[in-house]
């Protein structure tokens, strides 16, 4: 009798092991953060929509379905780029001398249906957050050369860009084994995107403009915005938007959330009152159009420092942007190249602003675990070279891999459109349709 207690004992004792064994090499889905990351995933993918919006309303009507395809087109074909191969060049495993990585288990992502990070959520919600990511950043880049390129070469370039710029920027940064994100005690600080969406993105789009040339007319031909009332509605859905964007990559439902969220609300309000105040005092008017163009200023600006900084930081990323951004706006048409849309004067300099500046605003929290990692002493001033470097390689690395990527298109399939279609309108040459049902838009 009491060798069989013994035994039952013994059984339960075992089966109680197995289970914490279990527990311990499968995590728990933790539904908290989930809910979170499910949101934030969503909302990052409202900001597409939004930014066409955006775009599409600063764009002569003739031209507005055109632009507006540029973002919505970015969704279909970055997502299934980025199932297929995106996601695995991304945060796979170190290849070719760590240029990309790849894992052959997120090829299709075949390999991460049961899968649970060490963050409590599926691999899957991971996976598609990251994505989202990868369909806005080429988006982005089509407000600095709208109105002048042909829809078939903007596919292809796009397609070509995410594989060749975007996912390897992607891994150097936030790849576990990314060499960015080993460099110094911290690695390069990027929060949410300020080298691999803003940087990469802004100088993307001055590349390409400086080749392909101005707007046929531009500036002799007025180019006034067809709907400003759109454009503030897209202003806004992308700063709703950007708490997603933010906050959702703490990848946590904490502490660090509500810090990138609290940075990114201030940021993007200081950003705006700024500019507003910038423009009042230059021009004598405060416009809508420039309200609009600080809330976004402020808000790549803080993307990189947005889990970084204090509220007082955001404030200073906030004012500095506008200032910055205001003045490379200016400072475009003394230059002479044709930035539509100032997708460099606004996400280029704001991330590199933002980038660059946060090293002045970290919180001490953040400064004494990079001391303990470096064996007891890490300074700002080091940190500011790591950024210096990051910024610096992300700018060269998007610059010299753009150009390339432009006369390939350009040469072997057209990016540039031609005369006759520039004239006719994005719209009606390349879709059959017109985006106000207008006979005759201009």
């Given at each position: 009798?009491k060798?069989?207690?013994?035994?039952?004992?013994?059984?339960?004792l075992?089966?109680?092991?197995?289970s914490?064994?279990?527990?311990?090499?499968?995590?728990a889905?933790?539904t908290?953060i989930t809910?979170?990351m499910l949101t934030s995933?969503?909302?990052?993918?409202?900001?597409v929509p939004?930014l066409?919006m955006?775009y599409g309303g600063?764009?002569r009507s003739?031209?507005?379905?055109?632009?507006?395809?540029?973002?919505?087109v970015?969704?279909?074909?970055?997502s299934?780029?980025?199932v297929?191969l995106?996601?695995?060049?991304?945060?796979?495993?170190?290849?070719?001398?760590?240029?990309?990585?790849?894992?052959?288990?997120y090829?299709f992502?075949?390999?991460i249906d049961?899968n649970?990070?060490?963050s409590g959520?599926?691999?899957?919600?991971f996976s598609?957050?990251?994505g989202?990511?990868a369909?806005?950043?080429?988006?982005?880049?089509?407000?600095?050369?709208?109105?002048?390129?042909?829809?078939?070469?903007?596919?292809?370039?796009?397609?070509l860009?995410?594989?060749?710029v975007?996912?390897?920027?992607?891994h150097?940064?936030?790849a576990?084994?990314?060499?960015?994100?080993n460099?110094?005690a911290?690695?390069?600080i990027d929060f949410a995107?300020?080298t691999?969406?803003?940087?990469?993105?802004?100088?993307?789009g001055?590349?390409?403009?400086?080749?392909?040339?101005?707007?046929?007319?531009h500036?002799?031909?007025?180019?006034?915005?067809s709907?400003?009332?759109?454009?503030?509605?897209?202003?806004g859905?992308?700063?709703?938007?950007?708490?997603?964007?933010?906050?959702?990559?703490?990848?946590?439902s904490?502490?660090?959330?509500?810090?990138?969220?609290?940075a990114?609300?201030v940021a993007?309000a200081?950003?705006?009152?700024?500019w507003?105040i910038?423009e009042?005092l230059?021009?004598g008017?405060?416009?809508?159009l420039?309200f609009?163009s600080?809330?976004?200023?402020?808000?790549?600006?803080?993307t990189?420092?947005a889990?970084?900084?204090?509220p007082?930081?955001?404030i200073a990323?906030?004012i500095?942007a506008?200032?910055?951004c205001?003045?490379?706006?200016?400072?475009?048409n003394k230059?002479g190249?044709?930035?539509s849309?100032?997708?460099?004067?606004i996400?280029?300099?704001?991330?590199?602003v933002?980038?660059i500046i946060l090293?002045?605003?970290?919180?001490k929290?953040?400064m004494?675990s990079?001391?303990?990692?470096a064996g007891g002493?890490w300074t700002?001033?080091q940190?500011?070279?790591?950024?210096l470097?990051a910024?610096?390689?992300?700018?060269?690395?998007a610059?010299?891999?753009?150009?390339?990527?432009v006369?390939?298109?350009?040469?072997?399939?057209?990016?540039?459109?031609s005369?006759?279609?520039?004239?006719q309108?994005?719209?009606h040459?390349y879709h059959?349709?017109?985006?106000y049902g207008m006979?005759?838009?201009?």
């Amino acid at each position: 009798m009491k060798k069989n207690k013994f035994l039952c004992l013994l059984f339960l004792l075992l089966l109680g092991a197995g289970s914490i064994y279990g527990q311990e090499s499968t995590p728990a889905v933790d539904t908290g953060i989930t809910s979170w990351m499910l949101t934030s995933t969503a909302l990052v993918l409202l900001m597409v929509p939004g930014l066409a919006m955006f775009y599409g309303g600063l764009v002569r009507s003739k031209n507005v379905l055109g632009t507006m395809m540029h973002s919505f087109v970015a969704m279909g074909i970055m997502s299934v780029l980025w199932v297929i191969l995106g996601y695995s060049m991304s945060f796979g495993k170190n290849v070719l001398g760590g240029w990309f990585g790849w894992n052959w288990d997120y090829f299709f992502l075949k390999g991460i249906d049961e899968n649970i990070t060490s963050s409590g959520i599926p691999e899957y919600v991971f996976s598609m957050f990251q994505g989202k990511f990868a369909i806005i950043t080429p988006a982005l880049i089509a407000g600095a050369f709208a109105e002048r390129v042909s829809f078939k070469g903007y596919v292809v370039f796009i397609a070509l860009w995410g594989i060749l710029v975007y996912n390897p920027l992607c891994h150097w940064v936030w790849a576990p084994d990314g060499f960015l994100f080993n460099m110094g005690a911290m690695g390069a600080i990027d929060f949410a995107g300020g080298t691999v969406v803003h940087i990469a993105s802004g100088v993307s789009g001055l590349i390409a403009v400086i080749y392909l040339g101005a707007r046929r007319g531009h500036p002799v031909l007025q180019s006034a915005p067809s709907n400003l009332t759109m454009t503030m509605i897209g202003a806004g859905l992308l700063w709703v938007g950007w708490f997603g964007f933010n906050a959702g990559s703490s990848i946590n439902s904490g502490l660090l959330t509500a810090q990138a969220l609290t940075a990114t609300q201030v940021a993007a309000a200081t950003g705006a009152v700024s500019w507003m105040i910038i423009e009042a005092l230059h021009q004598g008017k405060a416009t809508a159009l420039g309200f609009a163009s600080g809330i976004l200023a402020g808000l790549v600006a803080i993307t990189p420092a947005a889990g970084v900084v204090q509220p007082t930081g955001a404030i200073a990323l906030g004012i500095a942007a506008s200032f910055v951004c205001y003045f490379a706006i200016t400072l475009k048409n003394k230059l002479g190249y044709d930035d539509s849309l100032d997708a460099f004067g606004i996400h280029g300099v704001g991330g590199i602003v933002g980038s660059i500046i946060l090293v002045f605003f970290i919180r001490k929290s953040w400064m004494a675990s990079a001391a303990a990692a470096a064996g007891g002493t890490w300074t700002i001033i080091q940190q500011l070279g790591v950024q210096l470097a990051a910024v610096g390689i992300a700018i060269a690395y998007a610059a010299i891999m753009t150009f390339i990527l432009v006369w390939i298109v350009n040469k072997f399939v057209g990016l540039r459109a031609s005369p006759e279609a520039e004239m006719q309108g994005l719209d009606h040459t390349y879709h059959g349709e017109q985006g106000y049902g207008m006979l005759n838009p201009r």
